[in-house]
């Protein structure tokens, strides 16, 4: 289950509901994006790319589609555990390295693996400063980012380069192989990114459930 956007702000204002809402936007645009690629890419695998003559609801329609493909995608990659968008405890030995240099921090071993609805009753029932939001909820708009378009690239590098699969020594689409290449290359480069963006947001949130924890307990 998706829990990267459960966390609430208490007292939300209507001031407040325009950024929420374009929180909202800004992740389904990245799920009608990579769902784009995907959907694009199919098409190209079966000739049947729209042209200047393609009725105009066509394209609206393919927009609907590439969302709940993208959608589909990220879902079904979480589920199985190549992608994540729950909080991160244990990451892999990889992992610790990479966000230590993107970081310049060293993953911390003693992390506390919080319980996830404990958490969320946290941020619903305490208030956070407006910068602490803001920079985290653009920590979780980039840890979408990578784990939807990790995959759609990935599936679209597949489609992209199965077209250009050489037939009798000789590569039919040159210019499919090259966009399929430069698909997985895209995926290799934000799976991760996802990751990373994960364990910045476990960080942040135990961190600041920790001092909280701590202030209660001094007084």
Known sequence: MNSCCTHGVRGMTMIDIPKGLAQFLARDLVFMAGGSGVTASFLHWLDRLPDKETPAPYFFLALGVSYAVGFALQESFTAIGLVTTRNVYKPRRILKWLFRR?????????????????????????????????????????????TTLAPCALVSAILLLKKSWPVFGRCLETEARAMGLACLALALLLWPFGWLKAMQKTVREVQQFEANSAKVGHV
């Open 102 to 146: 993107y970081d310049h921090l060293a993953w911390r071993d003693s992390i506390s693996q919080t319980d996830d609805a404990q958490l969320r009753r946290f941020f619903q029932d305490t208030e956070q400063s407006e910068q602490w939001w803001a920079t985290h909820q653009r920590i979780i708009t980039h840890m979408m980012i990578g």
